[in-house]
């Protein structure tokens, strides 16, 4: 049974920086793509970073610059390095895999809130 714990949120003034990480029990991350989705309120959730197998990672527009994930197949553990934040990054992030290959599963996400 998969199960992923995301962490590392909080509030953080705009230009502040934070550092996600998301690890996974009952799956081998190694074996898939993943990624770090965002859902902010009254908005759908949406992909802002991926990183496959191999291969270049991917950015949404929104955040390419400024986000960067990575991932640590030894420790099932996949992070997101964000810099430069702004109030428009508020939301709640979740990790996935990118595409969503477990069914309706999601983690229960980390907070993050961008202000003054």
């Known amino acids: 049974q998969v199960q992923l714990v995301e962490s590392g949120g909080g509030l953080v003034q705009p230009g502040g920086s934070l550092t996600l990480s998301c690890a996974a029990s009952?799956?081998?991350?190694?074996?898939?793509?993943m990624g770090w989705y965002r859902q902010a309120p009254g908005k759908q959730r949406e992909l802002v970073a991926r990183?496959?197998?191999?291969?270049?990672?991917e950015y949404a527009d929104s955040v390419k610059g400024r986000f960067t994930i990575s991932r640590n197949n030894a420790q099932n553990t996949v992070f997101l390095q964000m810099s430069s934040l702004k109030p428009q990054d508020t939301a709640v992030y979740f990790c996935?895999?990118?595409?969503?290959?477990?069914?309706?599963?999601w983690g229960q996400g980390t907070q993050v809130t961008v202000s003054s």
């Open positions: 009952g799956t081998r991350i190694g074996s898939y793509a």
């Open positions: 996935n895999s990118a595409p969503p290959q477990w069914g309706d599963y």
């Open positions: 990183i496959p197998i191999g291969g270049r990672t």
